[in-house]
């Protein structure tokens, strides 16, 4: 089993070729631009359509990120998560080098888009997706100065995402441990789903090659380890690794062990489904008052200790399409309508744990109404936060050893922060 | 770091191309750049500037490497169209190839062995030769790759040159890096080659397992997807196999991630400790469930591939249903397959928390959503015994929202519902007949019909329901017709009062004389001659008890799910279709023109979503046998009351007999499409000749439940380049019947190129169903011509013109040749004609000519012991490439 792609295309908005390359010489830029404009004015909205489609013998596949799109075609039976998650690759090196991904962007620097096109993919093989290291030899003018006199040693190094004699006067760490929460609560004010993606985030400015162990409250390794468990130890449902983690060695003793990239990146992520008591709870009551006005009461409770406290609280009430002339009136925050999402926004920039706060508000609709109307989308009840210095999971670094052969001392700093992830409550 | 490269797009004023020429020639290095920077603009928004190939190719020999690369990038483009000029380049490739600057090097191989152009390949050998031994990781990666470019240019070449040898050390190579590209390479040459040239031992599955650890994100793919061919040997190694490859579960990349689950799923299949299954299914739940998190469209990759993966072990996700609910913001693909697996992941003890989601969906607005979630309710309810009375309250539900879709849908899952339980919920059918003037859906209508000829009994106006639907009965789709014609039999059969006598008198007469729908037609000629000759076999045939429905709707074929688990993560595992049905890479495949893959097309082939296609048909999805049961002919002697002959005024025997099928059956035909794939469509074919041509000889039988019909047809380019020579001609098919059809074939126009091989890939559609793919193997012995009997002394003067070169022989060694008369009259039936016999010690020596199209002389020579197993065959013929085919042939008719 194997399979490459034949092609790459960036794409404007309207499906139209800006840059391609040919790596296999079987599929052609006309075809696929036929295609993929014909598509996209077919559907109108791309976004319904499926990512992955088969036309006369060629399978188109393609990620949108802002007013482009990054497809592949093919003619085999390629790994197809291989080339999409690549495709999100790309995505993410073009940033880094352009800072934005779009039209303007990529035609301001085709030229080094034509180079990085040649280097991540080979034979419609993805080879080496590391923007940093990457850079360090495909160049923008500004750094063009000298001849690079051969690739850098990451490139094919075990160690491929770091290079070698990085210099840091003040060697640091920044660790973030920021834990989304993603919750659905149907309209019987059941909580039907309900679970917490946390994210360690590193910024590394470190000197040499260093390696680094983290020692997290892990339950399977406490016990392991035979020590009596100070304080919480969490159980981690699913643990995503960044390549430079050495796997087997966690599968063997779950030690965490790894030399990192340099700069930011994530660094694990993990996924806990125990079912928590929502952070924040917001009811809605939806009152019709005739056909001509509509009455919204929202209550809003933070569920969470007193000494915790969270910020930028943004919740995202659904309304009518048609509503106007909003009324608001609120008892902390402030609340404005926004029809273009159709919804009323109330905004609470600190939300201290163990309060309620409420909003009513009013709105006009037009009397008359169309009888064969289609049903209104039920948006949910949306919201947005964060709570620092807190983690749902109750994650905690333990410690974070640094040994470079130099033998420098540095610094880790860790923060915690909780945030409001895919938080929905659908209206009753 | 951005920087302004688009004023090079801004030149475009007549006389371009000049002034570039100009330019390019430039004393000045930054003016020559600044040009080959315009000229690379210039193809980048189409222009053609080919003709400016030998001046940009002079920029070739610089310093600068990002010259330098524009100036390759270049080549790559234009110098297939320039293949005299590119030679131009030669040099420079051969000298950048051993720079000092491994950068320079790799690229230089890298872009000569994407030049396909013959010339330019034979100089690549002696380079590619020395980068493969480089002392850079960097060039050695680059150069495995190549190999693979090679291949797929000159395959003869890679072998002769010993390259498949150098590629294959580079296995063991120290860098993981060259190790994985080695890998990609050779797995995709194994791909395009019979024999085998990659073979996975232990040995190597150890060294590439220890590679894993090491390489890239996209490395670890190329060597797991790889290894997933590996078979192990017993229980205990697949053990060992499976706790090197569980860590990667935890890699950050999905396409990791899956790729491990396969090559885990396949050596799953081995291990025999229960505890080490359960053991591994709970390992696998939570990265899957992960994979959900990730940006839509793998989420999609990924359901698509949990939707296989539930199929074969249920277990794995059982606890997980509640990651499978539909968020808000899901792309609407995302949405639907969510759906499928909540239906999949439903059970018992699940369904309420199931019910109340797809209620919710069933409100959205998605109006294609909003139907499947409510045909999924009726899923659950066939599905699940214990579930059904709740399935069915949530439907009344939703059908009191008088949504109009929501309605029409729910009645259609209801009327199967009504098949699976039998004589249980037939209360609610007075609250679905006030919804009977919203129906405006042929399926709805057509369901709702169905309920009420099916309990004509117990609804006490049905006579009146079904008198409303007859007048407007010219206008209707022939799928509502065909319903309200079986509704009303049934109605007449259980309540034969004059009401209902005189609406079947209606239906009938509308049904035969003003429709030229010849299944309405049919159908109502055999109900009139039942009704008339004998009104009890009519019961029994009409009202017979019906076969009990399973929803098995999205059961894939065992053997077909084998085959899709094999192929996880790969497109195959996203359509839920083998390779071969949409992998349409032809082995050395120039760049192709536009239009040119089906030269026979009748008609260019729109977009099709394999997955589940646009065209896929809106009927609900279970086996549901034809409502009228194949009618046992009525004994004719028998003189029975006639209730209806009379009555209409017409006599018996102007009824048309039910047609007999057109050609004369024959033997029966291999099934090519067997009915389960085909969503009830089974199609059997095989090649004949007849008359001196070549047909495809194809039986057609509609077992679903929609009439079927616009077939076309389509022949993937071949060996022997068949394609369709007029356009294929099936009548619409109603259910339960068959049609059989030859369609004339010609050769020579479809040629496919690359090494011979007798699969002819078929695409065949319809107006109701997704394309068809099936693969059928060409019989060469249709392509004997009938001129093919020679005289000897001229097969004796062919024979000896022929150089020995020429002659290929096979051994059949279990083959009898009993009596002689028989084989020589077989095979002249093939047209393959005695020419003599001689003896040869106890041995029979048997001589025969055959013509193969083109008029290209085929001799043959069998050698036997009569009555004894094992005959020897040689052949000698001007093309003697098609041997393998011809022996083939041989021993096919000799066996018969």
């Known amino acids: 089993m194997s399979g490459a792609a034949s092609a790459l295309f960036l794409l404007d908005i309207k499906g139209r070729v800006l840059i391609w390359r040919d790596y296999r010489g079987d599929v052609t830029a006309v075809e696929a631009e036929r295609f993929f404009t014909k598509l996209i004015e077919k559907e109108g909205d791309p976004q319904s359509q499926d990512p992955v489609v088969y036309d006369n013998g060629v399978s188109y596949m393609f990620v949108q990120h802002s007013n482009v799109y990054l497809m592949t075609a093919t003619r085999q039976n390629c790994n197809a998560a291989s080339l999409i998650f690549f495709l999100h690759r790309i995505v993410d090196v073009f940033k880094h080098y352009f800072e934005e991904l779009e039209e303007e962007s990529l035609r301001d620097n085709f030229v080094v888009v034509y180079e990085l096109l040649d280097e991540i993919m080979d034979f419609g093989y993805p080879q080496y997706t590391e923007a940093k290291i990457l850079s360090e030899f495909i160049k923008t003018d500004a750094y063009r100065m000298e001849v690079t006199q051969r690739p850098p040693m990451a490139v094919t190094n075990a160690v491929s995402w770091r290079s070698e004699g990085i210099n840091y006067k003040k060697n640091e760490v920044f660790l973030d441990v920021v834990e989304s929460v993603n919750i659905l609560v149907n309209s019987n004010g059941q909580i039907i789903r309900s679970d917490v993606v946390g994210a360690l985030k590193m910024r590394t400015y470190l000197s040499g090659m260093p390696e680094c162990k983290l020692g997290l409250n892990d339950r399977v390794l406490l016990e392991a380890q035979g020590r009596a468990t100070k304080g919480k130890a969490i159980d981690l449902e699913d643990i995503k690794f960044h390549q430079c983690v050495r796997l087997a060695r966690f599968e063997n003793d779950r030690t965490i062990s790894f030399i990192p990239p340099d700069g930011s990146f994530d660094l694990m992520t993990y996924r806990l489904s125990t079912q928590v008591k929502p952070l924040f709870w917001v009811e809605a009551q939806v009152e019709k008052h005739s056909k001509s006005r509509i009455e919204i009461t929202v209550k809003a409770r933070s569920q969470f200790k007193e000494r915790s406290t969270a910020t930028n609280v943004e919740i995202e009430l659904p309304v009518p399409a048609d509503a106007t002339t909003p009324n608001v009136r609120t008892s902390m925050g402030s609340a404005a309508y926004a029809p273009e999402k159709d919804a009323l926004i109330w905004k609470i920039r600190s939300f201290p744990g163990g309060k309620e706060y409420m909003l009513r508000a009013e709105f006009r609709l037009p009397s008359i109404t169309d009888e064969e109307a289609t049903p209104e989308r039920k948006a949910p009840i949306r919201v947005k936060f964060e709570i620092p210095y807190f983690t749902v999971s109750g994650i905690q670094v333990r410690y974070l050893k640094i040994i470079e052969k130099s033998g420098y001392q540095a610094l880790p700093w860790v923060r915690y922060i909780t945030t409001g992830g895919e938080y929905e409550l659908r209206l009753i | ?896």
């Not at chain 2, 189409?46 to 990038?73: A, H, I, P, R, W």
């Open chain 2, 1 to 896: 770091m951005s920087r302004n490269d688009s004023k090079y797009f801004s030149t475009t004023k007549k006389g371009e191309i000049p002034e570039l020429k100009e330019e390019l020639n430039s004393q000045y290095k930054d003016k020559r750049k600044d040009a080959v920077k315009k000229v690379i603009a210039a193809m980048t928004v189409g222009k053609d500037v080919s003709s400016l190939f030998t001046d940009v190719v002079n920029c070739m020999q610089t310093e600068n490497l990002e010259l330098k690369k524009l100036v390759y990038l270049y080549l790559i483009n234009y110098a297939k169209s320039q293949p005299d000029l590119a030679i131009l380049a030669v040099n420079t490739f051969v000298k950048d190839s051993q720079d000092p600057n491994p950068l320079i090097r790799a690229l230089a191989v890298r872009t000569m062995g994407c030049i396909r152009v013959d010339k330019i390949t034979e100089y690549l050998c002696d380079p590619l030769q020395r980068c493969l031994k480089d002392d850079d990781p960097y060039v050695r990666k680059t150069a495995a790759i190549c190999v693979a470019k090679l291949y797929d240019i000159n395959a003869e070449l890679v072998e002769d040159r010993g390259f498949l040898e150098s590629l294959k050390d580079l296995i063991s190579d120290n860098n993981p890096m060259v190790v994985a590209n080695a890998v990609a390479a050779l797995a995709e040459i194994q791909d395009n080659s019979s024999r085998p040239i990659f073979e996975i031992t232990s040995h190597t599955l150890s060294k590439l397992l220890t590679a894993l650890n090491e390489c890239t994100e996209w490395g670890q793919v190329f060597i797991l997807d790889a290894l997933s061919r590996y078979k192990a040997a017993d229980a205990r190694e697949a053990e060992n196999i499976v706790e090197r490859v569980t860590p990667r579960l935890q890699h950050a990349n999905c396409a990791v991630v899956l790729s491990a689950v396969k090559m885990i799923l396949q050596q799953m299949e081995l291990i025999t400790s229960t505890d080490v299954v359960r053991n591994l299914c709970k390992k696998m739940a939570p990265p899957l469930v992960t994979l959900l998190s990730a940006e839509p469209e793998i989420q999609y990759v990924a359901l698509r591939n949990i939707n296989l993966i539930v199929q074969r072990r249920p277990t794995i996700l059982a606890h997980e249903i509640k990651v499978f609910f539909c968020k808000y913001n899901d792309p609407i693909y995302v949405k639907m397959e969510k759906l499928e697996i909540m239906i999949k992941l439903a059970s018992d003890r699940n369904i309420d928390q199931v019910l109340l989601e797809f209620k919710e969906y069933a409100t959205e607005v998605d109006v294609d959503f909003v139907r499947k979630a409510v045909r999924a309710i009726g899923r659950c309810a066939i599905k699940l015994e214990r579930a059904a009375e709740r399935c069915i309250s949530v439907l009344l539900e939703l059908i009191k929202i008088k949504v109009n879709y929501v309605v029409q849908e729910a009645i259609i899952v209801i009327k199967d519902i009504f098949r699976r339980y039998p004589n249980t919920y037939e209360s609610i059918i007075a609250t679905l007949c006030e919804s009977l003037d919203t129906l405006d859906e042929p399926e709805a209508k057509a369901s709702m019909i169905w309920i009420i000829g099916e309990y004509a009994e117990r609804i006490d106006n049905a006579d009146e329901l079904l008198e409303s639907f007859l007048e407007s009965f010219p206008e209707e789709p022939a799928l509502v017709q065909l319903q309200l014609l079986t509704a009303t039999v049934k109605l007449f059969l259980k309540k034969p009062t004059e009401g209902p006598q005189q609406m079947i008198q209606v239906v009938l007469n509308n049904a035969t004389m003003e429709t030229d729908n010849p299944d309405l037609r049919d159908r109502a000629y055999i109900y009139w001659r039942l009704l008339s000759t004998d009104p009890e076999a009519a019961k029994d045939v009409v009202l017979a008890e019906k076969p009990v429905i399973t929803d098995d709707s999205n059961n894939l074929d065992p053997s077909l799910l084998d085959e899709l688990l094999v192929n996880i993560a790969t497109l195959s595992s996203v359509y839920h279709k083998p390779p071969e049905a949409f992998v349409t890479r032809t082995h050395s495949s120039a760049q192709k023109t536009e239009d040119d893959d089906y030269p026979d097309g009748s008609e260019s082939e729109s977009s099709v979503n394999l997955a589940n296609g646009p065209g896929s048909p809106p009927t609900s999805s279970y086996t549901i046998p034809p409502s009228v049961a194949p009618a046992t002919p009525p004994s004719a002697a028998a003189p029975v009351p006639d209730l209806l002959g009379d009555l209409i005024g017409m006599d018996n025997s102007s009824i048309v007999p039910v047609d007999q099928p057109a050609t004369p059956s024959g033997p029966p035909l291999p099934i090519l499409l067997p009915a389960s794939t085909g969503q009830g469509l089974q199609i059997s074919a095989q090649l004949t000749r007849r008359d001196g041509q070549v047909f495809y000889n194809m039986l057609f039988e509609n077992n679903s439940q929609v009439p079927l019909d616009g077939f076309m047809i389509q022949f993937n380019k071949n060996t022997f380049g068949l394609a369709a020579a007029a356009p294929l001609q099936v009548p619409q098919l109603p259910p339960g019947a068959s049609a059989r059809t030859l369609l004339p074939m010609v050769m020579y126009q479809n040629m496919s190129q690359g090494p011979p091989n007798s699969v002819l890939q078929v695409a065949l559609k319809n107006n109701q169903q997704p394309v068809w793919y099936f693969n059928d193997k060409v019989l060469f012995h249709v392509f004997f011509t009938e001129d093919g009997r020679m005289e000897r002394a001229t097969f004796l003067e062919t024979w000896r013109s022929l150089p020995d070169s020429n002659e290929v022989s096979k051994d059949f060694p279990t083959i009898v040749i009993g009596g002689v008369d028989a084989t020589v009259e077989r095979l002249a039936a093939s047209n393959i004609f005695f020419i003599a016999k001689r003896k040869n010690a106890n041995q029979d020596v048997f001589y025969f000519s055959a013509k193969l199209p083109r008029g290209v002389p085929l001799l043959i020579e069998l050698t036997t012991v009569v009555g004894n197993p094992g005959v020897k065959s040689a052949i000698k013929t001007p093309s003697p490439e098609m041997s393998t085919f011809i022996f083939e042939a041989i021993e096919t008719l000799l066996r018969s």
